[in-house]
């Protein structure tokens, strides 16, 4: 930061003051965007973004160290927030609680990116009725050697399965390498009945598109295929809201698409610099979510149809509990950042030149990992299409993080749930 920067700003926002701290700070460099320049621009997507986060609780993902670091997350609301912030208090699964942060207007988004969030974490539920969930989520998850086209094609799929049971999709971008559907559902049901409806449809779509998608929920199970990510609608998940920024380069933005735009458009195209344009043209193509709200009987009676899904087989043979793998696996290493991943990643690759040749792209594992209050990763090498003479065995990890080191937990083990 030079000299003359300035240590703060305030800016008026519909008769509300928000103070901007360090609004000269550089956030995107390769973008030129500053953060005074992301809090305007998620001004400009207002409606839009308030569309998809306002009313809701939400955790807070912050970058406060730029976007080449490791956000943390926080899902406590800071105690001297303004008045215009509502909260909420959420009871989570392992019987913790947070009083989280209920946005309502543009200033209490630009409260929030103040704090450093880019991409917003809403849960799928209104404060007003937080066990009745009004949004199932579809997050199509593409494993390593999938092109953006074979996402589309299950796209269309899914949007298929739904048109069958009576409900819409709303597509956007994910802003990373996948899409979201969003789907607007009745407030009558609870958590485990919209998790299933949402398992019941990632199985449709795998049964009427095999090769291309899958439900199944172990990484290394699925091949070069599409993952239809149904437990991000568990009561503790979250995914990136309308009109989010991503902490990549480009400044890359979660993007609310046309049906008619999924086949023709891509990812990239849609940034913190290309989107306020997009916005005064066109609107937001998301506007009519609300008003096509639908039911979840037709899932949950496929659901009975299809019948229980196949659960993958748990309990190690060492006696650890863990699951015991139908694939070769070994893992490599455990890192605190991606980067320090991939760099091992490659480290390995190099000493095993002739294994790392017959790896096809979704043999190299490497998974965020959700820690306390940020992301850890662990990487891992399935070897099935490695002949078994030729399968490294296990060995000692090349890095060995431990995100538990120091810590106490009072409800719960070590950490170490994937992030999906």
């Known amino acids: 930061m030079s000299p003359a920067a300035r240590k703060d700003t305030t800016i008026e926002i519909e008769g509300r003051e928000v103070r901007i701290s360090s609004p000269d700070k550089v956030v995107f460099p390769q973008a030129g965007l500053t953060k005074l320049d992301v809090v305007q621009y998620f001004l400009t997507v207002a409606p839009g973004a308030l569309r998809g986060a306002a009313g809701r609780p939400m955790v807070l993902k912050r970058f406060v160290k730029g976007i080449d670091q490791e956000a943390f997350f926080q899902k406590r609301v800071p105690e001297n927030h303004p008045d215009f912030i509502d909260t909420a208090t959420l009871r989570y699964a392992r019987g913790t609680s947070a009083e989280e942060a209920v946005i309502r207007d543009a200033a209490g988004l630009a409260w929030i990116v103040n704090l450093g969030c880019l ?3 809403p849960h799928p539920v209104r404060a007003e009725d937080l066990e009745h969930p009004d949004e199932l989520r579809v997050d199509l998850d593409p494993m390593p050697g999938v092109d953006w086209s074979q996402i589309v094609d299950v796209a269309y799929v899914a949007r298929e399965v739904l ?23 009745a407030p009558e049901w609870d958590f485990r009945q919209v998790r299933l409806a949402a398992e019941t449809l990632a199985r449709e779509v795998g049964n009427r598109a095999p090769g291309l998608a899958t439900a199944r929920w172990w990484k290394e199970e699925r091949g070069e295929s599409v993952f239809v990510d149904f437990n991000q609608n568990a009561k503790d998940r979250t995914v990136a809201s309308a009109y989010s920024i991503r902490p990549l380069p480009d ?4 993007t609310p698409l046309e049906w008619s ?10 940034t913190a610099l290309t989107v306020p344009a997009r916005f005064a043209g066109i609107g937001d193509p998301h506007e009519g979510i609300d008003a096509a709200v639908g039911r979840l009987d037709g899932l ?13 087989p748990r309990g190690g043979t060492d006696g650890s509990g863990r699951r015991a793998s139908t694939m070769p696996l070994i893992e490599v290493a455990r890192t605190r950042t991606k980067p320090e991943a991939l760099e091992v990643l490659e480290l390995w690759k190099a000493a095993h030149a002739d294994v790392a040749a017959m790896l096809h792209p979704a ?3 490497v998974d965020g990992m959700r820690g306390a209050s940020s992301l850890w990763y662990r990487v891992r090498i399935n070897l099935q299409h490695v002949p078994e003479a030729a399968r490294p065995p296990q060995g000692e990890l090349l890095a060995d993080y431990d995100p538990s080191a120091g810590k106490t937990w009072p409800d719960r083990t070590r950490p170490g749930e994937p992030s999906g």
């Open 119 to 121: 991409d917003l974490n």
């Open 163 to 185: 048109d069958d049971v009576g409900l819409v999709g709303w597509p956007k971008t994910s802003g990373s390498r996948g899409l979201h559907i969003l789907v607007r559902i």
């Open 251 to 254: 400044a890359r933005v979660s």
């Open 261 to 270: 735009e999924v086949q023709v458009r891509r990812p990239e195209e849609f």
């Open 300 to 312: 949950l009676a496929l659901a009975a149809e299809l019948g229980p899904a196949e659960k993958p």
């Open 363 to 365: 043999d190299t594992l």
